[in-house]
């Protein structure tokens, strides 16, 4: 199943190299999304070649990047680094399409069962996919996120915490940076394009939609790049309100859907 529509744009495929060999039980599906973070995506590559989760399949989707050489980067990386994953596949929007559809797109092309996703400007330490793993298939979660920390033009710890309902519902405080089960993402319908951003906010509300409790493994595992051209520093931040309008719209609680 997928949640991509007949009419949206296919990407082009860039890089693709598989493994003869059976895809293995305990494979972990990494989506990158990039969009001319060619400075700092083999960083990102570096941390995923660098984990102890051993089972990576690594797809990687370009959205139309043309300020930078994101594309040459990216599969010269992976020319260099296809022994260490199952499968390695490099895609490319034909058009910009923003991350909603560039990481619905990686869903779309994801072999394995446990799906991570991050951005390009993004890292995770060595043990995150083997700790989110083993959390994600001990506790039989829809989704599992951690702790994350902050750096570049601020330094810090995230506010991650025990998923509540109600909290979310008053404000978002999981990263996308999470280990997700692809039947969980299908079941929610995946991202959806919102023009000022919050979509991962979205994403979220969509499992309290479901009636899905995602887990939370508390330990910082995770890199969150902060910079100040950022989507969520500059278009998000200046429609706050009307972003929380969106999401009370979006997603009505219980005792408004009964007035």
């Keep these: 199943m997928s949640v991509l529509k007949p009419w949206d744009p296919a990407p082009d495929t860039v890089f693709l190299h598989k493994r ?76 910009n399409q923003g991350p909603s559809f560039s990481r619905n797109i990686a869903f779309d092309h994801a072999s394995a069962e446990a799906v991570f996703i991050m951005d390009a400007d993004n890292l995770i330490y060595p043990t995150a996919l083997e700790k989110t ?23 810090g710890v995230g506010k991650a915490d025990i998923w509540n309902p109600e909290r979310m519902r008053e404000s978002n405080y999981v990263d996308v940076m999470a280990l997700i089960r692809k039947d969980a993402w299908e079941k929610v319908g995946g991202f959806s394009h919102i023009e000022e951003g919050w979509e991962d906010y979205d994403f979220w509300l969509k499992f ?47 005792e408004a859907e009964e007035k």
């Design 20 to 95: 003869k060999s059976r895809k293995p039980k305990d494979l972990i599906t990494v989506c990158v999304t990039n969009y001319n973070y060619a400075k700092v995506v083999e960083e990102c590559l570096d941390s995923l070649a660098a984990q102890t989760h051993q089972n990576i399949e690594l797809v990687v989707v370009d959205d139309l990047s043309t300020k930078d050489e994101s594309i040459e980067v990216i599969s010269g990386w992976m020319e260099d680094n296809t022994d260490r994953f199952y499968r390695t596949l490099l895609l490319a929007n034909p058009r």
């Design 208 to 254: 309290i939609d479901h009636d899905l409790t995602p887990g939370y493994l508390p330990e910082i595992l995770c890199r969150y790049r902060v910079h100040h051209s950022s989507r969520t520093a500059t278009e998000a931040l200046a429609a706050h309100y009307d972003l929380e309008l969106m999401m009370e719209f979006r997603h009505p609680t219980p």
């Design 133 to 155: 793993y083993a959390a994600l298939t001990n506790g039989k979660f829809p989704a599992v996120y951690t702790q994350i920390e902050e750096f570049g033009n601020r330094q």
